[in-house]
């Protein structure tokens, strides 16, 4: 008969999809499991990284309650193994998971715990992630000053580790700090530096999604600094990415453009645009999930 351990590594790690079908079956098993077999450190290091699985899975479905239990249960396995590596990882991973929950407070204080666990060991890729998150929570509490000064450490250190797309995504969060500030051309200098390093590295990261997300940035504050031409570009550059594989975005676009050509007093184009939208937004399937903006958030958290 298959043992619950083997059935729960073999399904986390092989069968994620049966798992995610099956979860009811499996959070009993998961009970048993927890309670029998708990007895050694290597037993918490394969439970905690099963969990950890788990949570992962969740996050890409976007179910954020379910993932934050799983990455509890992880972080109470690694805890007790004394795992200090793999323990930073999971406080890293609940951090984002919060911060996606909203509550930005627990979001904060997992992501301090990340950069204390992780800051005396040689993983200084899982220390920048950490640091990172923990700019992002200080930007999540409108620590603006503070949330800058951390991503810069995040900058030098993936700078020294040669992670050219993790600078990318950094100059990405730092612009989206800095136009929180009204600071639009410190932003916009962060967000072409960032298109400009994630251009170069593309292939690491599926689709065209974050591409997209800056240049609709660009855009906007371009459009809020007056200079609409470069607003036009980067709009019109984004739609162009987006109108064969996202349409219920390129609609966002369209309505955007055609906004901005209104500002223009271009009636004939301003139409045009309007006309595309709606036609464009009736071939739109609804979807209960969107699974680009899941991906873009995970991100711009720090992981790619």
């Known amino acids: 008969m298959t043992s619950p351990r083997f059935l729960i590594d073999y399904l986390a790690q092989s069968r994620p999809v049966i798992l995610m079908q099956m979860f009811p079956a499996v959070q009993t098993i998961e009970q048993r499991y927890h309670l029998s077999w708990l007895r050694s450190v290597p037993a918490l290091l394969e439970t905690g990284k099963i969990q950890s699985a788990l949570g992962h899975l969740y996050c890409q479905l976007g179910e954020w309650d379910r993932a934050a239990g799983a990455y509890l249960r992880s972080l109470n396995a ?95 969060c730092m612009g989206r700090i800095y136009a929180a500030q009204s600071e639009h051309w410190c932003a916009l200098s962060c967000y072409e530096a960032a298109l400009d390093g994630y251009r170069q590295h593309q292939h690491q990261l599926e689709g065209n999604s974050y591409e997209i997300m800056i240049r609709k940035r660009i855009a906007r504050l371009a459009k809020s600094a007056g200079h609409v031409d470069l607003a036009v570009a980067h709009f019109e550059a984004a739609l162009m990415l987006c109108q064969k594989c996202d349409r219920a975005l390129a609609v966002e676009i369209l309505t955007e453009l055609a906004s901005l050509h209104e500002g ?24 209960t999930t969107d699974k680009n903006a899941i991906t873009l958030q995970l991100i711009e958290e720090g992981y790619y």
């Open 264 to 287: 223009l007093q271009q009636t004939k184009t301003a139409l045009r645009y309007h006309q595309q939208a709606r036609q464009w937004w009736q071939s739109v399937k609804p979807e």
């Open 78 to 172: 690694l805890s007790h193994a004394e795992d200090a590596v793999a323990l930073g990882h999971t406080l890293t991973h609940l951090s984002v998971v919060f911060a996606h929950r909203q509550q930005y407070r627990w979001a904060y204080d997992y992501a301090a715990q990340a950069v204390q666990q992780l800051h005396n060991t040689d993983d200084d890729a899982g220390y920048a992630a950490a640091l990172h998150t923990l700019g992002i929570g200080h930007y999540y509490r409108r620590r603006y000053r503070l949330a800058l000064k951390t991503l810069e450490k995040v900058l030098a250190l993936r700078h020294e580790l040669g992670d050219e797309l993790g600078e990318a995504i950094t100059l990405g």
